[in-house]
């Protein structure tokens, strides 16, 4: 028949899937002819009917199976259209994506560090879950000492507890027996307390060295604590207040002049014009006792590393660093 040839030469030139789904209405639809064609089938007679029913079965089949082929060949040509038109550029730079922020807790510990692996220091860890002997017992801070209640301490069942300062890595690293000794021990450290300058969780950095017979000196602690201070704060001045700590003799607290007053006195300082950032001294000999050392000197300190970001950023609430606000990183 010629129509369905004119028909299936139609569906065979289609270019657009949407003109395919028309063709198909136009034939099969509502008002299509072929449904039209049925429809009429009641009007003619019997005889007839039988013949014109079969020959309309037969087209139906031929154009429904044209349609199909049709249709799997426009969407593949439409997939592959697609494909070619929407090219995503992987290198392309999102203007909305956040930088890579440095946490100031980060750049603190980095900067610290930097100064001293320059000097020499080797950078040791130590766990976080200590026990007595090398967070307090060995650090000359036996049982019932006052000292213990500075520093309130978060126990576990088994007696073993958190540390509460990066100290104990000094009696790890004197027990492996090695001289010389000069190390830093970055890490956090646990504490029962909690308000504008103090965090469950904080961060201290840890020094120590130690050598053979009278080699080390608080001349040598002194000289590279006033360097590495004024590598943190630029043009400052130091002093070296006498001040006690169970593991040192003679001890130090050290302080800088206020690097926001500049030492005339301001809130920060509580009007003292100073600022005090670590603790220090000379290694007591029990606690080179404990850690199996003979005829050895050293010195120790430590800082914390909140209370420098504070003060190089600015920052007065030490729990904004903890509470992961964008706002705050984003400044960094
Ligand atoms: N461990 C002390 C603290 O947490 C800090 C410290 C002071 C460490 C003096 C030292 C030191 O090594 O010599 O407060």
Redesign the pocket.
């Known amino acids: 028949m010629e129509w369905v040839d004119k028909i299936l030469k139609d569906i065979k030139n289609l270019e657009h899937l949407k003109d395919l789904e028309h063709l198909r209405l136009s034939i099969f639809g509502k008002k299509g002819f072929l449904t039209k064609e049925f429809s009429n089938l009641k009007n003619i007679s019997d005889e007839a009917r039988k013949k014109v029913a079969k020959d309309l079965n037969d087209i139906k089949q031929k154009l429904e199976s044209s349609l199909l082929e049709a249709r799997e060949k426009l969407e593949k040509m439409e997939l592959d259209n697609k494909i070619k038109s929407q090219k995503i550029d992987v290198s392309l730079f999102s203007p909305d994506l956040s930088p890579n922020y440095g946490h100031p807790i980060n750049i603190t510990f980095d900067r610290i560090i930097d100064y001293f692996v320059g000097m020499d220091f080797a950078i040791r860890y130590g766990p976080l879950v200590e026990d007595d002997f090398h967070n307090f017992e060995a650090?000359n801070l036996p049982k019932f000492h006052p000292a213990r209640d500075?520093?309130d301490t978060f126990y576990f069942n088994d007696g073993k507890l958190l540390r509460?300062?990066?100290?104990p890595v000094?009696i790890r690293t004197m027990e492996e027996g090695n001289l010389p000794i000069r190390i830093i021990s970055p890490g956090a450290?646990f504490r029962r307390d909690y308000d504008m300058t103090h965090s469950p969780m904080f961060h201290?950095v840890?020094?120590?060295v130690v050598d053979k017979d009278r080699d080390v000196n608080f001349a040598h602690l002194k000289f590279i604590l006033e360097d590495f201070l004024k590598y943190m704060f630029g043009d400052v001045k130091i002093r070296f207040r006498s001040?006690f700590?169970p593991?040192?003799e003679p001890?130090?607290?050290v302080d800088i002049s206020c690097i926001f007053c500049k030492g005339s006195g301001c809130r920060v300082c509580s009007n003292t014009g100073w600022l005090e950032v670590?603790?220090?001294?000379v290694?007591a000999d029990n606690v080179f006792e404990a850690s199996g050392l003979k005829n050895v000197s050293g010195?120790?300190?430590?800082?914390?590393v909140e209370r420098f970001a504070m003060l190089l950023y600015g920052v007065n609430d030490l729990r904004s660093f903890f509470e992961t606000d964008l706002r705050l990183l984003e400044q960094f």
């Open positions: 650090l500075m520093q509460t300062h990066t100290s000094q450290v201290q840890e020094g120590l001040s700590f593991f040192t001890s130090a607290e670590l603790g220090c001294g290694v010195y120790a300190f430590g800082m914390g």
